[in-house]
């Protein structure tokens, strides 16, 4: 089954720990994307790879970050500086411009 | 720079009736422009892109250059098309996608 997995689906967690948002793609894009996406605000993009040991800050980046090890990998880790980090988390991946970006399931991000 | 202006929150027609949903961007150069659709309890998705000039699910799109506007259109409206719907826009760096802030339409019965 190809595509793009964002683990976990759900996530808790207390104020001032750091959590990290898996994903995962099997469709052998280059490029991959991590969106926040909050009720009336569209998606904002936190960071993004465009190829392997490489990555760039969004819009966003501010109290995130992120590891591009493996082509296959794209792990976002919300840090305790995240002022505002209960969100819902959208992964992306492309193969080249102005081709479909592909979208995860999302993970839902609540920190109490 | 980059920006994707989607004026409508909320956009809500009856089933056979014309829908239209507004995209205006800015940018300075040649704009690759996208519609993307999120439907209940799937994920995001793309719908059509400016450059194929398709017509998909009864969509279509037009570019229009002077007016810097993508604006989404089907003449019949079905009620399986109530979704939320996003317009895109990619600028020069590969992939990076701008968007709007979405349109939730409902189509009713």
């Known amino acids: 089954d190809g595509g793009i997995t964002q683990s976990p689906k759900y996530l808790f967690r207390k104020e001032g720990q750091n959590v990290t948002l898996s994903c995962e793609q099997n469709?052998?894009?280059?490029?991959m994307y991590w969106y926040r996406q909050d009720p009336g605000q569209g998606l904002r993009l936190i960071y993004y790879?465009?190829?392997?040991?490489?990555?760039q800050k969004g819009d966003i980046a501010e109290g995130y970050s992120v590891s591009r090890e493996k082509k296959e990998s794209f792990p976002l880790t919300v840090t305790s500086a995240q002022k505002n980090p209960t969100a819902f988390y959208l992964c992306?991946?492309?193969?080249?411009?102005?081709?479909?970006?592909?979208f995860g399931q999302g993970t839902r991000l609540t920190v109490v | 720079a980059q920006r994707v202006t989607q004026p409508e929150k909320l956009l809500s027609v009856f089933k056979g009736a014309p829908v239209e949903l507004k995209c205006n961007y800015s940018y300075s150069g040649s704009p690759e422009l996208f519609w993307y659709v999120q439907y209940s309890r799937q994920r995001l998705q793309l719908l059509l892109r400016?450059?194929s000039r398709e017509s998909i699910k009864g969509f279509t799109a037009d570019l229009n250059k002077g007016e810097t506007s993508f604006h989404l259109k089907k003449p019949f409206a079905q009620e399986e098309d109530s979704a939320m719907y996003y317009c895109a826009l990619e600028g020069s760096t590969l992939g990076r996608l701008y968007f709007g802030r979405g349109t939730q339409l409902t189509v009713w019965p």
């Open positions: 790879s465009q190829i392997v040991n490489d990555f």
């Open positions: 992306a991946s492309s193969m080249t411009r102005n081709t479909e970006a592909f």
């Open positions: 400016h450059i």
């Open positions: 469709l052998n894009h280059d490029a």
